[in-house]
């Protein structure tokens, strides 16, 4: 089993930055991914994107360009750093770590935090 933390969420007004942190409690070396996803009230979760083994990242179409996955494998964590916020990045991040390419039993997700961006 892997325990994932996230942590770095809070109040940001419009246009400003913050970095998530996702740290796991086993080697993020041996997933087959870890994943960013965001709940907003009253819309499915979204998945923001995943940093795969090898180093490859992708992106929704909403937040390319503004919001960056990164990892530090000596700290077994992974990082979310959103720029240019907009209220409409208000939600719950979460990170999920992928055993496989496919969903299985064997994926964990994060307790979740609250990102919310107001003026």
């Known amino acids: 089993q892997v325990q994932l933390v996230e942590s770095g969420g809070g109040l940001v007004q419009p246009g400003g930055s913050l970095r998530l942190s996702c740290a796991a409690s086993r080697s993020i070396g041996s997933a087959y991914a870890i994943a960013w996803y965001r709940q907003t009230p009253g819309k499915q979760r979204e998945l923001i994107g995943p940093?795969?083994?090898?180093?490859?990242?992708n992106y929704a179409d909403s937040v390319k360009g503004r919001f960056t996955i990164s990892r530090d494998n000596d700290k077994n964590t992974v990082y979310l750093q959103m720029d240019s916020l907009k209220p409409e990045d208000t939600g719950v991040y979460y990170c999920?770590?992928?055993?496989?390419?496919?969903?299985?039993?064997?994926?964990?997700w994060g307790q979740g935090t609250q990102v919310t961006v107001s003026s």
């Open positions: 940093i795969i083994g090898g180093g490859t990242t």
């Open positions: 999920q770590w992928r055993s496989s390419r496919y969903p299985s039993s064997d994926d964990y």
